[in-house]
């Protein structure tokens, strides 16, 4: 299989209708990595399991590709027309559920527990031929900034594996970006896929808050919970998201993607199109504390490339920004505190009973189940909407979420994107601040307005620092503007194709 074949969906796509690889090489050839891998001095950590019937289904579609063959190339193109993700591997976050398979949050709580049903969105894909390759490491329920806080130990970054993969779809963005798998599915409610995405050097995008079905996708912070996706191109997000985005009957807050069908044959956008853009920069990023030297250079960088394009850039001030990460934590703990009241050991999971009564189980089902993080947000999460701290705390997080939301919106009546890095710094040693949560949240500086906006933003590799790793600039749009940021994101790949080069 030649290194081509691997790298993108279209490549692999043209290998399995020409015959050069089959859709059972694909998966086997996952396997292979991550069993070497398992045994490895510095395990990359990425994948949990392989999931077992992987080549059975791998097998199914290599028949159906065989028989379509056997017909005439119209038969095949009809094929893959009606099926667009056939014999494809993908990396699904352990937070997702896959029917039939386990279904953990990387969580000692949910240990045992196997999805009843398999989500919407991969669903969707397995109906487009996509195969659901395996289960990846994750930050316990969703919560960190770098997949350390994980039951099953920390996913490494691939690049430099001394680093974290960020978090907290860590292990999803590390399965891609070591082309272990073509493309990933993550989640995001403050940045979770974009974050990683940036560590690790590839394309990871947040779709606007209902494009993608929340159903079978177990729940961190209701109102901002977003599957995300993860890939080497953009166009290796465009193609699964048309796949998966839509109205569900089972989710209420769904909702259709204007002109999805086009990101079936993504382009880029026109050096014209380009040409006519008008930027917008927030000040209060700009002049951040904490912003690393050399994520500025590469963001100074990125703004040259859009003004030599003819793009306009202008510098915005947005004060209500300084108070997104408050405001996003106040109302992300919140509801997760609410949420995760359901894992009590009597209805998921792992129980442990004492013998004294239902208090008894509850607290040690709990106590033992939950890891420091997590019980750690619960616990502000409940003070938070405590009776007399509930007026004064979550109110106010949710005015200035609203008021984020008012601001924004009207940014985008003016501009047609908001340009910014994905994070302060590249990616940091593992262990570095896994003792400083205040320290880790702050991770999320720049990611975090996104969620509560409810703007689709996708993180693109920008360039590297001088120890070589990767910093990610991300391109944010109005609600249901995914097709144009990529489209955007995809001409800058097209110009900078090294700075997405998988690791090799």
Known sequence: MSEFDMHTIQGVKEALISGKVTSQELVQNTVSVFEKDKNSSLPLNAFLEIFSDALTLAAACDEEIKEAASKGPNSLAELFQKK???????????????????????????????????????????????????????????????????VYGATRNPINREYVSGGSSGGSTAAVASN???????????????????????????????VLSRWGVVAYGSSLDQVGLLGHTPKDIALPLSVMSGVDFYDDTSADLPDSESLKNLTALEDSKLATLKIAVPKQFLEAKGLDAEVDSVFQTTMEWFKSKGASISVVDLPILNASIASYYVIALSEAASNLSRFDGIRYGRRQDPGKGFDELYVQTRSEGFGPEVKRRIIIGN??????????????????????????????????????????????KLGQKVDDPLEMYLSDLFTTFVNLARIPSISVPAGLTKQGLPVGIQFAGAMFSEVKILQIAQAWENDHPDCGIPVK
Do not use: W
């Open 84 to 150: 667009p993700l056939l014999g494809i591997p993908f990396a699904v976050k352990d937070n997702i559920s896959v029917k039939g398979h386990n279904l953990t949050c990387s969580s000692r709580i949910l240990e045992g527990y196997v999805a009843p049903y398999s989500s919407t969105v991969v669903q969707r894909l397995m109906d487009a031929g996509g195969i659901p390759v395996g289960r990846c490491n994750m930050d316990e329920f969703a919560m960190g900034s770098s997949t350390e806080y994980s």
């Open 180 to 210: 272990q798998a073509l493309f990933g599915l993550g989640t995001e409610t403050g940045g979770s896929v974009r974050l990683p995405a940036s560590y690790c050097g590839i394309y990871g995008l947040k779709p606007t808050y209902g």
């Open 383 to 428: 003070y938070v909407l405590s009776e007399q701290f509930s007026g004064d705390c979550y109110k106010k997080g949710m005015t200035v979420r609203s008021k984020i939301q008012k601001e924004v919106a009207k940014l985008f009546e003016t501009y047609d994107m908001i340009l910014c890095p994905t994070c302060p710094t590249p990616a940091f």
